[in-house]
């Protein structure tokens, strides 16, 4: 899949409507705790200051309730931070549409900076409203898309706007896509997805998609519950989803390629410094919960992952944010750094998880969109990449 380049824009002298990924953790003193998303950025701001364009910045942080004003969701910070990085003033707007938006942008010279206000200030953003996406269409005379991780999403800023202006592909979306695209249209071999997290139904599309084009498929965290219940084995207290049990027998049954925790950790409660056991899966008790992986579902696993050629993990194995539940999927990122496969993982989960192993660094490629990438791997493409296609 090919997308239209920002690098063929001819954007000099010219207000680039730059949609970003700024969805920053902040503490409760309102500090940028990663600035990741910000880093990810860069290069493709940085490439059209070079070339002497004029940036107008929108984004969204949080889940506002469709009110201006609440400081608490306010772009301010990464305004601060972003000015920090690239060595320039970020002039930093209280809207992002309106009169005053539309002459603070009007003024602007090649090479300034401005930040719009939390797009998701207005409801209109989220419900895709035509009439919202036109107004910030108006403050652009090109749109670059740099917002990977919202590219599933129809919303105003990043499926609308594209009706109105000419769109373009930021780099770091580029090469997401390019990542993404050669595990479903030219895989190596062996091709290996790891799949966890919390629930099966918001990932049996993409474990489907991958029982169809990969040679294993391992399953961890809570919704791996789903398939050892469906095996009719005991998971006691732990996480599940009743409506997704018809689903989960027919892919119990399928594929000989789908791999479930043959062993795993339990403990009577979700807290710091409970007794813990490992017990062989299926052998649960009605008050315990499983939490993570065994160390013989991990020596499974580690070698599934030592013969491949890519891996692709998205969601952790177990309740990994408590020790006692973490070492399931420290050692599966360990075996995934030390493979020599190529290596791809995406989700916030995923990426803390491995950051917190110690082996981020030695992944080939981490995506910046959880959501959006496993809704890329179903392989029906995303609602704000269509428009960029070339």
Not at 80 to 100: A, H
Request: negative net charge; proline residues 5%; aromatic residues 4%.
């Amino acid at each position: 899949m090919e997308l239209r380049s920002v690098r063929k824009a001819n954007v000099a002298d010219k207000r680039v409507l730059v949609r970003c990924e700024f969805n920053v953790p902040l503490d409760d003193t309102g500090s940028i705790t990663d600035d990741t998303r910000i880093q990810v950025c860069l290069p493709t701001l940085q490439y059209l200051l070079q070339q002497k364009a004029k940036l107008v910045l929108s984004a969204h942080l949080g889940r506002p309730k469709g009110e201006p004003g609440d400081e608490k969701f306010s772009l301010r910070p990464v305004a601060v931070r972003l000015g920090e990085l690239l060595g320039k003033p970020v002039m930093m707007l209280s809207d992002c549409v309106g009169p005053d938006v539309e002459k603070a942008v009007m003024a602007m010279m090649p090479g300034d900076i401005i930040m719009l206000e939390n797009l998701r200030f207005h409801k209109e953003e989220k419900k895709g409203n035509p009439e919202f996406a036109k107004a910030l269409a108006t403050l652009g005379e090109l749109y670059v898309n740099e917002a990977f991780g919202v590219c599933h999403r129809e919303d105003a800023s990043m499926l609308g706007v594209t009706e109105h202006l000419p769109s373009y592909a930021g780099l770091r979306l580029e090469q997401e896509v390019s990542e993404l695209s050669s595990v479903l249209e030219s895989p190596q071999k062996p091709l290996v997805a790891l799949v966890g997290g919390a629930k099966i139904s918001d990932k049996i599309k993409v474990i489907k998609k991958f029982l169809e084009i990969a040679d294993h498929v391992c399953l961890g965290g809570a919704l791996a519950n789903n398939i050892l219940k469906a095996k009719g084995m005991a998971i006691g207290k732990s996480i599940f989803e009743e409506e997704m049990m018809d689903v989960a027998k027919e892919l119990a049954l399928v594929d000989t390629r789908l791999h479930v925790p043959v062993d795993v950790v339990t403990a009577k409660k979700i807290a710091t410094g409970v007794p813990t056991e490992i017990k062989a899966a299926g052998n649960v008790s009605d008050d315990e919960y499983i939490l993570d992986i065994g160390p013989d579902t991990v020596r499974l696993y580690s070698m599934v992952i030592a013969k491949a050629k890519v891996v692709v993990w998205g969601g952790p194995m177990g309740y990994y944010e408590l020790n006692e539940f973490a070492r399931g999927t420290k050692e599966v990122a360990t075996a995934l750094s030390t493979s020599g496969a190529r290596t791809i993982i995406g989700g916030g989960d995923t990426l803390d998880a491995v950051k917190r192993a110690g082996c981020l660094d030695k992944v080939s490629f981490a995506s910046s969109g959880g959501g959006a990438m496993l809704k890329l791997l179903e392989g029906n493409g995303l609602p704000a990449i269509n428009p960029l296609i070339e």
